[in-house]
T-cell receptor, first 115, second 115 residues
Framework: NAGVTQTPKFRILKIGQSMTLQCTQDMNHNYMYWYRQDPGMGLKLIYYSVGAGITDKGEVPNGYNVSRSTTEDFPLRLELAAPSQTSVYFC??????????????FGPGTRLTVL | DAKTTQPPSMDCAEGRAANLPCNHSTISGNEYVYWYRQIHSQGPQYIIHGLKNNETNEMASLIITEDRKSSTLILPHATLRDTAVYYCIVRGRRSSVNRDDKIIFGKGTRLHILP
């Protein structure tokens, strides 16, 4: 299993540009999450999904959108990039059953800079 | 706001036990204590979790006080590879994520292992 994969690893955007951060997991997990981490800070939950077709807001959803059309994929969309969105973005997934119930598996992150 | 309080940093000599404290005085009866760590620039990694009994796995031990208002993560023989930020997180049912059960990462404890 590849686990949770994220693309791209790095990206520089200009103010006002848009982009989609990709996240895929191959563990058949129901739950998926997007977090952002600013320098020296903890992670903040942006959006999460408890299954295909279901998404909900986390702590800091403004400026972002998500969709969950399949179990495997949970892309995060930035429509009008702003410098305040400069951060490292982590995707995670978790299972609702089995030995790893409740444990979140994280991807390697996407480092985004908005100039 | 995070539901937990942790010291911002700690030092531990290599080969000794590292004891990381966490206060969660407002924890409710159905909330679990989870520990994750984040090695520099990587995604967080699950370590251990517990409800009220002490737990041990291949990575660490978790000691939860009887009143459940605090806990201690123990790394029995710390190595340089254990240098990381350690997050203590309180969350609801292991399989639930909803508006009232957001997973909140605080700033964690930065653990330095000294050679």
């Amino acid at each position: 299993n590849a686990g949770v994969t994220q693309t791209p690893k790095f990206r520089i955007l200009k103010i006002g540009q848009s982009m989609t951060l990709q996240c895929t997991q191959d563990m058949n997990h129901n739950y998926m999450y997007w977090y952002r981490q600013d320098p020296g800070m903890g992670l903040k939950l942006i959006y999460y999904s408890v299954g295909a077709g279901i998404t909900d807001k986390g702590e800091v959803p403004n400026g972002y959108n998500v969709s969950r059309s399949t179990t495997e994929d949970f892309p995060l969309r930035l429509e009008l990039a702003a410098p305040s969105q400069t951060s490292v973005y982590f995707c995670a997934s978790s299972s609702t059953s089995g030995a790893t119930l409740g444990e979140q598996f994280f991807g390697p992150g996407t480092r985004l800079t908005v100039l | 706001d995070a539901k937990t309080t942790q010291p911002p940093s700690m030092d531990c000599a290599e080969g000794r036990a590292a004891n990381l404290p966490c206060n969660h005085s407002t924890i409710s009866g159905n909330e679990y204590v989870y520990w994750y760590r984040q090695i520099h620039s990587q995604g967080p990694q699950y370590i251990i979790h517990g409800l009220k009994n002490n737990e041990t796995n291949e990575m660490a031990s978790l000691i939860i006080t009887e009143d459940r208002k605090s806990s201690t993560l123990i790394l029995p023989h710390a190595t340089l590879r254990d240098t990381a930020v350690y997050y203590c997180i309180v969350r609801g049912r292991r399989s639930s994520v909803n508006r009232d059960d957001k997973i909140i990462f605080g700033k964690g404890t930065r653990l330095h292992i000294l050679p």
